[in-house]
């Protein structure tokens, strides 16, 4: 029986850094020879796998949306020469790519695993060799065909993910979604769904760069800084509001954000909650946003909801389609009631 093949994409990250005399560093080809001189790698229930190291390789705090392109551009470039997909990748941005990845990659039959690690792979007690290796195993045997994030024995899916332990190997976790897989003594499915790869054809959305604003609320927030903020080139801004979606009735803020969507800024209403969804009919000082144009975004979080606008805004839809586009679950990445 032949071996399925996985292709990895090493974009950067600490999985593949070096310890130099001023701390880890990537260094080209050292992710490759760590592997290499690792056997598990190799053994026979392993796929075979070829590693691409990209050049110059980008730290996560540096990824763009012009990366994000080149990342799905490469998968679209291997798509029929592999079983699936492992991206290497930074922590810190991680969800941020995995989400955006899951609105670029259209007709997926074959799984994209993004995955790193917290502490590099050539070091003692390195989360990255459990992380790489269960990553390439589970995109063989259990491909589950969507853009998904692996990260300490779960698999969530990519547009659900979110950093939320800085230095933890329990990095990540998806608050509103649940686990799409679980590897523990057994490898257990939970949401995700097994499929087979067909001659559907892959088609990836372009994105460009665009003027997304994002703004936290507290306790006596300035109109002001709503004002600067909505200023030119701004095409969208994203509120993290109080609980399901409330922010303070004052006068001056309702009428600037009125102001901002009669001028065509799409205006996107997100909990500052790390689990739950935003309900603007439940209080009035939700109903007042929704009065002035602000939209739901619903149980999103803020990765999928930065990266849904910059794929809905890199498509020149209109104001009014962008936000019926917003309320809609596209890419399983909101819960409809």
């Known amino acids: 029986m032949t071996k399925r093949s996985i292709y990895v994409a090493y974009t950067g990250g600490t999985i593949g850094m070096q310890k130099t005399d001023n701390g880890f560093?990537?260094?080209?080809?050292?992710?490759?020879?760590?592997?290499?001189?690792?056997?598990?790698?190799?053994h026979e229930e392993m796929p075979a796998f070829v590693i691409h190291e990209?050049?110059?390789l980008i730290d996560?705090?540096?990824?763009?949306?012009?990366?994000?392109?080149?990342?799905?551009?490469?998968?679209?470039?291997?798509?029929h020469k592999y079983d699936g997909f492992v991206i290497l990748h930074g922590t810190d941005t991680m969800a941020y790519t995995a989400s955006a990845l899951s609105f670029m990659l259209q007709g997926l039959s074959k799984p994209v695993i993004v995955t790193g690690s917290q502490?590099?792979?050539?070091?003692?007690?390195?989360?990255?060799?459990?992380?790489?290796?269960?990553?390439?195993?589970?995109?063989?045997?259990?491909?589950?065909?969507?853009?998904?994030?692996?990260?300490?024995?779960?698999?969530?899916?990519?547009?659900?993910?979110?950093?939320?332990?800085?230095?933890?190997?329990?990095?990540?976790?998806?608050?509103?979604?649940?686990?799409?897989?679980?590897?523990?003594?057994?490898i257990n499915l939970r949401a995700g769904k097994i499929t087979i790869a067909n001659d559907t054809p892959l088609e990836v959305s372009n994105i460009s760069p665009q003027p997304i604003g994002v703004v936290t609320l507290y306790p006596g927030i300035s109109t002001r800084i709503f004002e600067n903020m909505l200023q030119q080139p701004v095409k969208a801004?994203?509120?993290?509001?109080?609980?399901?979606?409330?922010?303070?009735?004052?006068?001056?803020?309702?009428?600037?954000?009125?102001?901002?969507?009669?001028?065509?800024?799409?205006?996107?209403?997100?909990t500052q909650c790390f689990q739950g969804k935003v309900n603007?009919?439940?209080?009035a000082t939700g109903n007042a946003l929704a009065q002035a144009g602000v939209i739901s975004g619903a149980d999103m979080t803020i990765e999928a909801a930065l990266a849904k606008l910059h794929y809905l805004l890199s498509k020149n839809l209109k104001p009014a389609e962008i936000k019926a586009a917003m309320l809609l679950n596209l890419v399983g990445e909101l819960s409809i009631d």
């Open 25 to 42: 560093v990537p260094v080209a080809g050292f992710l490759t020879q760590c592997v290499q001189s690792m056997p598990e790698f190799y």
């Open 54 to 56: 990209y050049n110059p």
């Open 60 to 79: 996560s705090s540096n990824m763009a949306p012009t990366d994000w392109q080149m990342i799905a551009n490469d998968i679209q470039a291997n798509y």
């Open 119 to 186: 502490i590099p792979l050539a070091q003692l007690r390195s989360d990255g060799q459990i992380n790489l290796l269960n990553s390439l195993y589970i995109a063989a045997n259990y491909p589950v065909a969507e853009v998904c994030l692996f990260f300490n024995n779960k698999l969530f899916r990519g547009n659900r993910s979110t950093k939320a332990h800085a230095d933890g190997f329990d990095a990540f976790a998806s608050p509103n979604f649940p686990l799409l897989l679980e590897a523990g003594i057994k």
């Open 237 to 270: 801004l994203i509120l993290l509001t109080f609980g399901v979606g409330n922010a303070p009735q004052d006068a001056d803020l309702l009428n600037t954000l009125k102001q901002a969507d009669e001028r065509g800024i799409v205006l996107v209403n997100l």
């Open 280 to 283: 603007m009919g439940g209080y």
